[in-house]
């Protein structure tokens, strides 16, 4: 298993699309990702094996030192490999080329072991108003 990480790669909606179902589970979108990333990511990161897009990550920003990890997905058939651990590494050093001083992520309990433990987030305080 050969698998490249491509920051801001070129990744076609339907495969980001195709990916994002699998990973998270819901039905299929038709969601525009690459204008909705050009306007307000930093960047992303693009897992790829075989030609296959089977892991993303995208790092949003406020335009100045703190960046945000969002959609971090990896295809069914490639979990607990160390792709995801990849990809928020691959995002974190980029975030830091960039000159961010932060790289903050938001996650349900359950992947407490993923950010904490496997990819090296810190615990902090922070709310949440759903809305």
Do not use: Q
């Amino acid at each position: 298993m050969t698998i490249e990480y491509e920051w801001r790669g070129d990744f076609d909606n339907a495969s980001l699309n195709a990916l994002h179902a699998d990973g998270f589970g819901h039905p299929v979108g038709r969601t525009e990702w690459r204008a909705r990333l050009e306007r307000h990511s930093l960047g992303w990161v693009c897992a790829w094996e075989d030609g296959a897009l089977i892991g993303f990550v995208n790092v949003a920003w406020d335009g100045g030192v703190h960046a945000f990890v969002l959609d971090t997905v990896v295809a069914r058939h490639r979990r607990t490999r160390g792709v995801g651990a990849e990809l928020v590494a691959t995002a974190a050093r980029e975030a830091r080329a960039a000159r961010c001083e932060w790289l903050h992520v938001d996650f349900e309990e359950r992947l407490r072991s993923f950010y904490v433990d496997a990819c090296g987030f810190k615990e902090t305080a922070a709310g949440l108003i759903a809305l």
